[in-house]
């Protein structure tokens, strides 16, 4: 297990976790603003309280990068609401992080939603070519098999985000 990673890359790690097709982390407000604007059409899906539970290092690998396994939890608020919680298995190299993310959502009704992010992490923080796909037996979450998801997150504190994930109709 990595030995006390700084704050600054257990954040960018969990930005990996988002199940976005585009997510800006909100440090600059120029560029929350173009994020905002690009946003339009889109509706409110769900609110996460996030955190990094756990970062597991394993050092270069034979892919060509760092692999890491970045755990995380939270509580979803919105149209979902529950717990959110996965892994991410990234591997970073060449300058950018490749997104492996597998988790679940276990909905407050009793639902059980799995999710997966493939996609890339930039160094400035903006995931690129994202896909999420979420699959679900309960005939109430069938919907979430056809949208399109993204996200905006800011760092509250050091393992702490908070994200707001937004779809269209």
Known sequence: MMQNPPASFKIALFLLLMPTSVCVAQADPVESSDARGALQGFELLATLDGRITEVVGYGMTPAGGARVDVHFEGRLEGKITGVMSGID???????????????????????LI????????VPDGEIRDALVTFQTGSPQYQWLHHII???TGKNIR???LVVDYYYLP
């Open 158 to 160: 050091d393992e702490q």
């Open 114 to 121: 799995s999710f997966e992010i493939t996609g890339f992490l």
């Open 89 to 111: 298995y990234a591997l970073v190299r060449g300058g950018f992080t490749e997104l492996n993310v597998r988790g679940k959502i276990e909905t407050d009704d009793g639902a």
């Open 149 to 151: 998801v993204v996200g």
